[in-house]
């Protein structure tokens, strides 16, 4: 009898595993795609804003920007404090000014960039917008662990070599997504980019520095 019982609770493990093994491939296979799209932001950033961006949950593209500017800061601090230009609490501190900067503050540079492409005949929404401007910091977050891992390794002061590279690097991506808003617009495209470009940089040197 109680080996029938055993035998039962036995089936119906292996039952409830195959029920969730399909799930379990599915979340996979997504996060597989997600992550795809993020690389690919990279080196063909056109392929994303025409097509994978829209699958690609909006809490993703948010949290990619805002670790990026988060490491960022941290590195800016971590500097200063090297230099002895600030204390340990504020370079701790940094890494939260980083974490605003790289949520609101893209959040908000991506509107600015939302309200100059509508009179340009935008038809893309103000949320695919931040999700793409926050998307587009991927190869700041790359350069950023790379730094951080250089910092804290060899002792070097790597806030401008790394981070301000990475943000730099963000600017193709940036500027694939304002021409897909601007139908194709380049002059204006080049224009709000850049706009775009300065005013983080000019956020990270107000809030860092």
Partial sequence: M???????????????QYLTAPANITQN????TYLRSALSMILNPAQ???GALDRVPWPLCLSISGLAFTLFFL????????VGTASAGAAVGFTFLGTALG??????????AW????PLGCERSLEWTV??????????????VVGLVINLAAGWNTAIAFGVTGVLWA??????????????KLAASLLISTVCGALVLCGWALLGI
């Fill in 115 to 118: 309200a100059c492409s509508r």
């Fill in 2 to 16: 109680h080996r029938s019982e055993a035998n039962q609770e036995q089936d119906s493990g292996l039952q409830q």
């Fill in 103 to 112: 949520t609101i503050g893209v959040a908000l540079v991506a509107a600015l």
């Fill in 48 to 50: 994303v804003v025409k």
């Fill in 171 to 184: 600017l193709y991506p940036v500027i694939t997504i304002v021409r897909e808003m601007t139908a194709e």
């Fill in 29 to 32: 296979r997504a996060f597989g």
């Fill in 75 to 82: 590195q800016t601090g971590l500097d200063m404090h090297r």
């Fill in 131 to 144: 999700r793409a401007f926050c998307l587009a910091y991927t190869p700041t977050l790359i350069f950023c």
